[in-house]
DNA sequence: CGTTTAGACGTTATCGTCTAAACGGTGCTATAAT
């Protein structure tokens, strides 16, 4: 198929007249059954890459995805266009997911989402050995390295799938957050001759500042003075739970319109908070860095950091939601750089926990041993055997 | 770092008080216990 033909149909499927050069580049790749990492920046059109072939092939196309929001909103947006696409997740009964397996097997469906954590479902196993496989695609392809080696190791194993599949089969990984380290982490995972497409992540209408304070409270006043200042809608995330609701108590106090969010409020709740977000409903959202992936407003204009996050990644990740619209959008991180008795900043020390905490101590591997030479336990029994989490265990 | 939790203590049945240790942030899925 050449470009010419490619964009007519494109132009009935998905009403655009035309392909960005790297688009295309990398749907030819696709279509030509190669390996590919595209790296762009949010807004960019990265999906367009994998749903577009995914229309040309004879089978389907699975699709990795981190989030149940995720797979929901792209779903729908595809249905709209006529593309027949589901998804498989934990929000359906087993009687749906089913159904939707069996669908995949009898080719009634050209795109298929679900999370990495189902590769460890042997319905599921069994059942991708009779589909009619034409492209595997991980979207947000970071996790892979952010998540998959503490949080959510399921996306670590992906590359197990990888491995096995045909030389010719396309493979896709998108994502718009990729330092060097993390790009050539994603490229060794994948392996096979993989073409990695880098554009240019630059954010024009992004202005960065950084406000070095020596104490909590000064954070608290300067706040208090100046987001009623800031144009429009933003975000303010805060390090710590605990912390999402003193600064949205304060804001109230101080009269700034705000609401707090964070991972523990109920699922009703927080898909409140996020509807209210995208209705401008508060002058700002307080939060833990819950809130981010999946939320696509174009015009958030500004976001504060009361902490810094665990990584340049992490920080680019989170930044990344904010002015999609293109206008100017204020950056806001502050450090309280005052040192304890130890000659060590205060605000390093959160991010430590948080980069230390990714790898257990040797004490926690040791007790976890203990437990199952006593005895054989589920992975729950172990959590509430040795008072350790999920992710500290797996 | 600040805050929360676990558990030792003492004195002797009911817990307050103290100290040491652990924790802090992201979500998928399947399953046990209600």
């Known amino acids: 198929m050449t470009r010419n033909e490619a964009e007519k149909k494109l132009k009935r499927t998905f009403g ?12 030819d ?14 807004g960019y059109g990265k999906s367009l890459c994998f749903q ?13 995805s981190p989030l149940i929001a995720l ?13 027949v696409a589901k998804h498989i997740n934990s929000e359906q009964t087993h009687e749906e997911n089913s ?11 050209k795109i298929l989402y679900i999370a990495p954590e189902r590769q460890e479902n042997q319905e599921w196993i069994e059942a991708t050995r009779r589909m009619d496989l034409s492209m595997i695609v991980i979207d947000e392809a970071h996790t892979i390295s952010v998540w998959g080696h503490d949080f959510r190791p399921a996306f670590r194993r992906i590359i197990n799938l990888v491995q096995l599949l045909p030389k010719e089969l396309p493979v896709l990984a998108t994502t718009a957050t990729a330092t060097k380290r993390v790009q050539t ?24 500042f950084v406000i070095e304070t020596k104490s909590e409270d000064e954070k608290l006043l ?18 710590t739970r605990v912390n999402t609701e003193i600064y949205a108590r304060w804001f109230d106090f101080v009269g700034i319109n705000s609401t707090d969010y964070n991972a523990g409020l109920d699922g009703d709740t927080r898909k409140e908070i996020e509807k209210g977000l995208m209705d401008n409903n508060w002058k700002c959202v307080v939060s833990t860095n819950a809130l981010g992936m999946g939320i696509d407003k174009p015009d958030i204009r500004f976001i504060i950091h009361t902490q810094i996050p665990a990584s340049p990644i992490h920080y680019y990740q989170e930044i990344g939601r904010a002015g999609r619209d293109g206008q100017r959008t204020f950056i806001i991180l502050f450090y309280n750089s005052k040192k304890d008795d130890n000659g060590v900043p205060e605000d390093y020390k959160l991010p430590k926990a948080f980069v230390d905490g990714g790898r257990p101590n040797i ?9 199952v030479k006593q005895e054989q336990l589920g992975e729950k029994q172990l959590m509430k055997k040795t008072n350790l989490k999920q992710t500290q265990i797996v």
């Open 16 to 27: 655009f007249d035309k392909f960005y050069d790297e688009q295309w580049e990398t749907i």
């Open 29 to 42: 790749l696709l279509l030509h059954g190669k390996r590919v990492l595209l790296i762009e920046k949010t």
């Open 52 to 64: 577009f072939p995914a229309t040309q092939f004879d089978g389907i196309t699975i699709i990795f």
């Open 71 to 83: 797979m929901r909103d792209q779903v729908h947006g595809l249905n709209e266009k006529g593309i």
């Open 99 to 109: 159904q939707v397996i069996q669908d995949a097997i009898d080719g009634k469906i």
């Open 185 to 208: 982490d994603i490229e060794q995972q994948i392996s096979g001759n993989l073409t990695t497409i880098r554009g240019n992540l630059l954010r024009e209408n992004f202005n960065l």
């Open 222 to 239: 300067w706040l208090a003075e100046k987001i009623n200042k800031l144009p429009g809608t933003g975000l303010l995330y805060t390090g």
């Open 363 to 371: 004490r926690k591997y040791q007790k976890v041993i203990d437990a």
